[in-house]
């Protein structure tokens, strides 16, 4: 093992990470001490030192059982539903979907592993190379992005950094993690480029992620920050390069790389980055032979039907949902012999809205399912497509929050408009707070970010399909219990 891996799985045990350790990609500096990479002035080093942190993140954000599955399964976008023997998983989605989730759940010591995983490659980089500046800024935004997270999801987590040694380190408020966050931005974001580098960090997805802290200040630190989240967006939108693409589905698509719609993306690719694992996720057994997959699907993940049930029928965005009888590649219809006897559709697959029950005999067919990223014919367990973190379509409906919340109705109309005339549907000429939540739902369907939207709309405890009203104090997942048994600096989020 050379000296980096042991500073990593050094560095990893101190971030009370449990996952393995696995070799950074950083071979190319086997003959190298820190000291001549930062005092190298070939830009191909850093730009492989970067790559090593952001392959961390790529991970597995788009695959099952990531943070990504929590968010979207604890919202009234999407269910796992129990189907016989497959998919109870000990009712941890049973638990996600209905808010009862605990410290003990896999899914939440995961998503906690992912980040601070993600932290303790970062703080590894800005140790071994604190004199390289382009690095460091780079770094530090990159961090504080990783945060952002852990102060949506987690509330009170540990701020950990380069310089610190403390294996057992303390919880920090949200309030700090808060000022963490933007002051993290704020210090470095002049020294990021203001090129359109889509995959790595730069001015204005830098801007996204402080736009997206404050749009959701008022949760995090009980102080609405509205005035300072339009001051983000409108610098993206007035000089930024992005624009909507004319096609909803082209920010999606498996060749999206150059969209201009996407301002920050993860780039899977099924051979050399993989972890999307979308396809696998959502379609049925048999969506094998639609796609021609070379790997069968795991039938899982399925909108609820009043989701589904909130597009109009001319909204173009409807149709980045898999729904209705369902086809072969070569056009022949699949019969699913194993479907239950009592499905109303038989043993001819036909993918309904309506979902009998979430556990536990839900029907194999039943509900629809997850078409709004292209599968590509032939696809592997992975897919290709890049992830679009933050994208344009996202912002201008940030966009026309923050112009309402500041009573600029018109404003906030223009923006919302532009969205609703890209996907086919007539332009509002009213705007309030069910309208806002609506149309993000529509829009940002399976990107990851329904969950906190519902909060900070003051729905997320409601009841809804299967679901019962859920305490507040559900609104941020408990810290994970394995974490609290080897630290006792952490403290457990209150109610759980």
């Known amino acids: 093992m050379s000296r980096f891996n042991k500073s990593l799985c050094w560095f990893a045990a101190l971030l009370l990470v449990v996952s393995a350790c696995k070799e950074p990609e950083q071979e190319i500096f086997s003959g190298l001490t ?57 009712g941890l989605w049973l638990r996600m979907h209905r808010h009862q989730y605990n410290a003990q759940d896999g899914a939440i010591e995961s998503g906690w592993n992912y980040c601070y995983t ?46 610190d040694t403390d294996p057992t380190p303390d919880t920090n408020s949200r309030q700090e993690v808060y000022d963490f966050i933007e002051s993290s931005v ?19 997805s830098a801007r996204m992620i402080l736009a997206k802290l404050y749009l959701n200040a008022e949760i995090y630190t009980g102080t609405a920050q509205w005035s300072a989240a339009k001051t983000q967006i409108d610098m993206i939108v007035n000089n930024g390069p992005f624009s909507l693409e ?26 050399n980055a993989g972890g999307f694992n979308l396809a696998q996720m959502t379609g049925h057994y048999l ?47 699949l019969m699913d012999s194993s479907a239950e006897p009592d499905d109303p559709d038989g043993p001819a697959l036909t993918f309904t809205p309506e979902i009998n029950e979430l556990e536990p005999n839900s029907f194999r067919q039943a509900g629809v399912r997850v078409g ?88 997320y405890n409601e009841a809804w399909w299967e679901k019962e009203a859920s305490d507040e104090f559900r609104n941020i997942f408990p810290i994970p219990q394995g974490q609290l048994d080897v630290n006792n600096g952490l403290t457990q989020n209150t109610g759980y």
Do not use: C
């Open 118 to 163: 993600a932290i303790g490659d970062i703080n590894l980089l800005l140790q071994q190379y604190p004199d390289v500046d382009a690095l460091n800024a780079e770094l530090r935004v990159l961090r504080a992005l990783v945060y952002l997270w852990l102060i949506d999801s987690y509330g009170n987590v540990p701020i950990i950094l380069e310089t």
């Open 287 to 333: 969506t094998q032979f639609t796609f021609d997959l070379q790997e069968q699907p795991w039938n899982g993940y399925a909108s609820l039907e009043e989701f589904y049930n909130a597009y109009e029928d001319a909204d173009t965005r409807k149709n980045g949902f898999l729904e209705g009888p369902q086809y072969s590649s070569s056009g022949e219809r």
């Open 372 to 459: 709004k990223f292209e599968i590509q014919s032939g696809a592997g367990q992975s897919l290709s497509n890049d992830w679009p973190l933050f994208r344009y379509g996202d912002l201008l409906l940030m966009k026309a929050e923050v112009e309402w919340k500041l009573g600029n109705d018109a404003a906030a109309l223009d923006a919302i408009n532009q969205v609703r005339t890209r996907a086919g549907v007539a332009a509002l000429t009213t705007v309030d707070a069910d309208i806002l939540l609506a149309e993000r739902g529509r829009e940002m369907f399976a990107e990851g970010y329904r969950r906190s939207d519902l909060i900070r709309f003051g729905k």
């Open 34 to 90: 820190p000291e001549e990479v930062s005092n190298s002035d070939n830009p191909a080093l850093i730009d492989v030192l970067k790559a090593s942190a952001y392959q961390r993140i790529i991970g597995n954000w788009g695959g099952h059982g990531s943070l990504w599955s929590m968010q979207e399964i604890a919202s009234d976008e999407m269910i796992i539903a129990q189907k016989g023997g497959d998919w109870f998983d000990g």
């Open 186 to 204: 704020l210090d470095n974001i002049a020294s990021l480029t203001t090129d359109d580098t889509k995959t790595t960090l730069n001015q204005w």
């Open 246 to 271: 004319s096609n909803f589905f082209a920010p999606f698509a498996t060749n999206n790389s150059g969209s201009s719609e996407n301002i920050l993306t993860l780039p899977y690719d099924q051979n």
